[in-house]
Nanobody, 123 residues
Framework: QVQLVESGGGLVQAGGSLRLSCAAS????????MGWFRQAPGKEREFVSA????????FYVDSVKGRFTISRDNAKNTVYLQMNSLKPEDTAVYYC????????????????WGQGTQVTVSS
């Protein structure tokens, strides 16, 4: 059974940092893209970032460019999201995703999802 388990969420003040981790089990994703989505209360799920299987190519939504960094360790079957200069509008549940089959910006094209981790940024 494939599982994606996120960790690292929490409460932080504006301007602070958090590092999210997502550990995959049940199969290896070293040949698949991985990424992160988020969903704020009352809003649709939003693409945040994605990374290619070899880690060379990375993609970000405009609102996090220059503040967030995605990375992966295929030996550990883990993807990370370093979030710096956090803003209150970054508050959301963050979901780890793996194995895209199509447009990586669209949630429907990702085959595997984690359960989510809450990130709350206070002003």
């Amino acid at each position: 059974q494939v599982q994606l388990v996120e960790s690292g969420g929490g409460l932080v003040q504006a301007g602070g940092s958090l590092r999210l981790s997502c550990a995959a089990s049940g199969r290896t994703f070293s040949s698949d893209g991985m990424g992160w989505f988020r969903q704020a209360p009352g809003k649709e799920r939003e693409f945040v970032s994605a990374i290619s299987p070899n880690g060379i190519s990375t993609f970000y939504v405009d609102s996090v460019k220059g503040r967030f960094t995605i990375s992966r360790d295929n030996a550990k079957n883990t993807v990370y999201l370093q979030m710096n200069s956090l803003k209150p509008e970054d508050t959301a549940v963050y979901y780890c995703v793996a194995d895209a089959d199509g447009d990586y910006r669209l949630p429907d094209y990702w085959g595997h999802w984690g359960q989510g981790t809450q990130v709350t940024v206070s002003s």
